[in-house]
Every structure is written in structure tokens, then in C-alpha cells.
T-cell receptor
Framework: AAGVIQSPRHLIKEKRETATLKCYPIPRHDTVYWYQQGPGQDPQFLISFYEKMQSDKGSIPDRFSAQQFSDYHSELNMSSLELGDSALYFC??????????????FGQGTRLTVV | AQTVTQSQPEMSVQEAETVTLSCTYD???????LFWYKQPPSRQMILVIR??????QNATENRFSVNFQKAAKSFSLKISDSQLGDAAMYFC?????????????FGGGTRLMVKP
């Protein structure tokens, strides 16, 4: 079965650079979530999209932006990168329209290292 | 805001034995979902089991079962016949049922070690 695909898997950037993370949800899933997991920490919710509209917003810095495109894939854009942005970034997707089965399925994550 | 607390940073179990991981949460809502996710060294987040708050019956998935105490806001995970492959970080998570597509709130995680 198809899973959530994230690219790239690893990314190294320098401070003040920009990074773009991509997420391809499970086919027919209508909701995408982004989470940030710092070293030794639990995942922290950043932002989510339902049917290409932002549906919820968490602790996402103003330097970050995200969107969901017409094909339901999502991109997380991170500008003016800081050392503290180094983390594992997860994307997850779910099918909200299926009220009986709405758990989120996670991608393998993108490990971002800012040097 | 909801909070999820896992009071055991690390747990250890002998292979083939049983271990219970604790989780408590705080919410003012009556309808929600609770989950246990497993994160092995590969860092992939894998859903282990889920519980709907409106269901009194505890969820079970093979060797994994939960003890859901709604009044006490407690949601523990029991792993029976522990296997070496169970070694991982385990995260308890809460999701409101108020709006479809709500985010997950995670606990701090419990690292489970399995001794051969």
C-alpha cells in the first residue's frame, strides 16, 4: 500500500539559507499535517491543511510557511534558517471524510541539519 | 489546551515478559481519540493502537492492549510477550474529535528497552 512520501530524506543547509520540504500524502487523503521533532523531544505540531486550505496552526515560526497544492501534496518552506531549526520534520496524512478511520499516517521524515 | 504526560522516560523489560507504559492526559472535552505510536531507531512513526473515548471497551491489537480509564484520564499500554523488535520510543497522543482533522498532541515519550 502507498504510504506518505517525504523528500528529501536528509537536508543540510547553512544558517540564513532557505529550505523546502515536500510531502506527498497517501492517495485520496484530504488532510496533511506537519510536525517538528527536535533531538530527544516529542513531535510538535506546526500546521495542517484540509482540502488545500489551512485548517489548524500550531507553533510554527513566522519564518516558515506552507501550502497544499491542487494535487494534495504539501510543501513546507523555511527561510532564514537557524541552528535551532535542526530537527526531524514529519508529514502525516489522513482521510478526514472517513469518520470511522481518521488516524494519521506518518512519512519517514526529513532530517534537516542547519550548520 | 490539552496536555499529555508520560511519566516514565525509560522502561526495561525482559524478552517474553509483559510491560506497561503509562500515559495521562488533561482535557475538558468528552469526545476524543487516544493513540500509542511507536518510533523505532529508523524514526518512522508507526501507529500501534487507538482508542475512541466513547468506547468503554479497551482496544486490543494482538500483543498490544490498553487500559483506558476515562474518569482518571489514564491510557496505559500493555505489551505482552515482549519481543526484541518492540524496543523503541513509544509516544502517547491525544486528538480532539471536535473537528475532523485535528492535530495530535504527543506526550514526551517512553524509551522501551527489551533485554534478551
Amino acid at each position: 500500500a502507498a504510504g506518505v512520501i517525504q523528500s528529501p530524506r536528509h537536508l543540510i543547509k547553512e544558517k540564513r539559507e532557505t529550505a523546502t520540504l515536500k510531502c506527498y500524502p497517501i492517495p485520496r487523503h484530504d488532510t496533511v499535517y506537519w510536525y517538528q521533532q527536535g533531538p530527544g523531544q516529542d513531535p510538535q505540531f506546526l500546521i495542517s491543511f484540509y482540502e488545500k486550505m489551512q485548517s489548524d496552526k500550531g507553533s510554527i515560526p513566522d519564518r516558515f510557511s506552507a501550502q497544499q497544492f491542487s494535487d494534495y501534496h504539501s510543501e513546507l518552506n523555511m527561510s532564514s534558517l537557524e541552528l535551532g531549526d535542526s530537527a526531524l520534520y514529519f508529514c502525516a496524512s489522513s482521510l478526514v471524510a472517513d469518520a470511522l478511520n481518521t488516524e494519521a499516517f506518518f512519512g519517514q521524515g526529513t532530517r534537516l541539519t542547519v550548520v | 489546551a490539552q496536555t499529555v504526560t508520560q511519566s516514565q522516560p525509560e522502561m526495561s523489560v525482559q524478552e517474553a515478559e509483559t510491560v506497561t507504559l503509562s500515559c495521562t492526559y488533561d482535557t475538558s472535552e468528552s469526545d476524543y481519540y487516544l493513540f500509542w505510536y511507536k518510533q523505532p531507531p529508523s524514526r518512522q512513526m508507526i501507529l500501534v493502537i487507538r482508542q475512541e473515548a466513547y468506547k468503554q471497551q479497551n482496544a486490543t491489537e494482538n500483543r498490544f492492549s490498553v487500559n483506558f480509564q476515562k474518569a482518571a484520564k489514564s491510557f496505559s499500554l500493555k505489551i505482552s510477550d515482549s519481543q526484541l523488535g518492540d524496543a523503541a520510543m513509544y509516544f502517547c497522543a491525544y486528538r480532539s474529535a471536535r473537528n475532523a482533522g485535528n492535530m495530535l498532541t504527543f506526550g514526551g515519550g517512553t524509551r522501551l528497552m527489551v533485554k534478551p
